[in-house]
């Protein structure tokens, strides 16, 4: 169900379709409403947080009236569902495509740090002095150099525009600067901040994180510091059948004071109440897995984090979960599983490129190239079919060996402002083994 805004087009901006035709912007809820459902521009796609439009807008003005407005970047914003506009243009290419109601999937281990790795100082004191609602972006299968930076600067500024009338005359974009020539195949960093959002689209971008169109797709992630809800992946003797005994697995044992997760959970949450919401909170999600041939089936865990928004305690956590003996009598132990590198298309963490669940989406072909798929992204990414499939070979090969990637940022230095790529020692920084943090 769309419908006509005609409240929604101001003049048009320079570079902003001029010279296209004065038709009506068409207003599309941002993910397809579903058939049964009645409700037109709000969804469900799991998140508790959701917030009407009405209400944000008296939440804005209550966030103006705030004495510090200093402070207004570093505020969590508050995803909320709403609708965006399709102009019906000569650009039309960079119209949004709403997502089906039952795409669930949000990025998965990706944390504040990871944005601002191998990022300036410079850099960084420019997103940190940015005072509008400003989210950072990641174009899909976005690999740095200037020129992909300077196309995907551009590009999302007519993307947002279009999309987001009511933030197009204050929006500004901020790439990010890289600390690095580094080279390799997916070299850091990847964000561009948008600032100058309305409060209410900068919630709406986060609330639905992924938006895609054929001219060009991003990931939207907070400006304020963030963790994710995933613990790892392990592997069990269970198949995808196995669903309900791998889920009790992970909540009894989040629950047992005497499982090194528990203990972590009673020492450091108190709150009756809030552990035992974090332990509901816990879900699985099968991975199929193919390597050489053999198909197996890992298991992502997904926990509320006790610290959603403080990095070094959420890499404590993590850290409990990895210490963890995770076995349930009929599914024997599990044994981690975690992908050695993270997704090239949307840089999650729990998958591999190969397995992106973007990839599922009706309109995927469409939206990259109908014709020839693996050129786009291979022309978009400079990396080759030959370099995914030794990722995964190379995953298969460590698989045998448990690495501890990641065990770093419960002891690192990202508190604060992680402003510097911190080269893995004797190595080129060109490697990406060892830059990531958990
Ligand atoms: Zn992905």
Redesign the pocket.
């Known amino acids: 169900m769309a419908l006509p805004d005609l409240s929604l087009m101001p003049n048009p901006l320079p570079g902003f379709g001029s010279g296209a035709p004065a038709k009506p912007a068409i207003r599309v809820p941002a993910t397809q409403t579903p058939p049964t459902t009645p409700g037109i521009n709000m969804d469900s796609s799991g998140l508790t947080e959701e917030v009407q439009p009405s209400q944000l807008r008296v939440s804005e003005k209550e966030f103006s009236a705030t004495p510090e407005p200093q402070q207004t970047r570093e505020a969590k914003i508050t995803p909320a569902s709403g609708p965006f506009d399709t102009p019906d243009d000569t650009e039309v290419s960079y119209n949004a495509r709403p997502l089906p109601a039952d795409f669930d999937y949000k990025v998965l281990g990706m944390h504040s740090p990871h944005l601002r790795l191998n990022v300036t100082d410079e850099a960084c004191e420019a997103w940190n002095q940015a005072n509008e609602h400003a989210v950072i972006i990641i174009p899909l299968y976005m690999a740095f150099s200037l020129t992909k930076m300077q196309e995907a600067k551009d590009h999302a500024s007519t993307f947002i525009k279009r999309a987001f009338p009511d933030s197009a005359e204050t929006l500004s974009t901020i790439p990010a600067a890289n600390a690095i020539d580094a080279q390799g195949d997916d070299p850091l960093p990847w964000g561009i901040m948008i600032d100058g959002l309305t409060l209410c689209d900068a919630a709406m971008l986060l609330y639905h994180q992924f938006w895609l169109s054929k001219a060009f797709s991003f990931v939207a992630h907070p400006a304020s510091e963030f963790t994710s809800d995933w613990i790892g992946n392990w592997a069990f003797a269970a198949t995808a059948r196995d669903r309900t005994a791998v889920q009790t697995c992970l909540k009894t044992t989040l629950n047992r004071p005497s499982s090194k997760i528990g203990k972590y959970l009673v020492e450091n949450v108190p709150d009756n109440y809030e552990r035992l919401t974090i332990i509901d909170s816990a879900r699985v999600r099968p991975l199929t897995v193919t390597t050489h041939g053999t198909t197996a089936t890992h298991w992502t865990f997904l926990v509320k984090s006790p610290h959603p928004e403080d990095i070094v305690k959420h890499g404590h956590w993590i850290e409990a979960a990895e210490a963890t003996v995770w076995y349930h009598p009929a599914i024997a132990k599990g044994a981690k599983r975690n992908p050695p590198k993270p997704?090239r298309?949307?840089k999650?963490r729990d998958?591999s490129?190969l397995q992106?669940?973007?990839t599922e989406l009706p309109f995927w072909k469409e939206i990259t190239n109908p014709d020839k798929p693996d050129d786009a992204v291979r022309a978009n990414t400079d990396i080759s079919l030959a370099t995914e499939l030794s990722g995964h070979q190379s995953m298969a090969r460590e698989e045998t060996h448990t690495h501890h990637r990641g065990r770093g940022m419960g002891r690192g230095n990202y508190r604060g402002r992680p402003a510097r790529l911190r080269g893995p020692r004797g190595r080129h920084p060109s490697s990406t083994r060892g830059r990531y943090i958990m």
């Open positions: 997704c298309c949307c999650g998958h490129t992106c669940p973007l």
